[in-house]
């Protein structure tokens, strides 16, 4: 059974930190591409952050030199650290796995959880 379990969130002021994480089980995690997502009230879902197989990564503009993104494919997890946090950044996020095969893909979610940035 696939699951994909986020932690971490929660409510910080703004300028601080926090790191969100999210446990993998039930696929190969190495051979996937992990990505978090963020969507904030009233707003589309957007892409916040991603990791490759091989460990690349890609970010939003918004969030570039704040967030990194890093993996642990022995520990099956993707970690989010988030500094210098900022009132935009609140939002429910999600991580995501991808694997696109030969005519096929995989594509999972977590159920997300809560940031929000606030004095």
């Known amino acids: 059974q696939v699951q994909l379990v986020e932690s971490g969130g929660g409510l910080v002021q703004p300028g601080g930190s926090l790191r969100l994480s999210c446990a993998a089980s039930?696929?190969?995690?190495?051979?996937?591409?992990m990505r978090w997502y963020r969507q904030a009230p009233g707003k589309e879902r957007e892409s916040v952050a991603l990791?490759?197989?091989?460990?690349?990564?890609t970010y939003a503009d918004s969030v570039k030199g704040r967030f990194t993104i890093s993996r642990d494919n022995v520990k099956n997890r993707v970690n989010l650290q988030m500094n210098s946090l900022k009132p935009e950044d609140t939002a429910v996020y999600y991580c995501?796995?991808?694997?696109?095969?030969?005519?096929?893909?995989?594509?999972?979610w977590g159920q997300g959880t809560q940031v929000t940035v606030s004095s």
């Open positions: 995501n796995a991808i694997f696109h095969g030969v005519g096929y893909s995989h594509d999972y």
């Open positions: 039930g696929f190969t995690f190495s051979s996937y591409v």
């Open positions: 990791i490759s197989s091989a460990g690349g990564t």
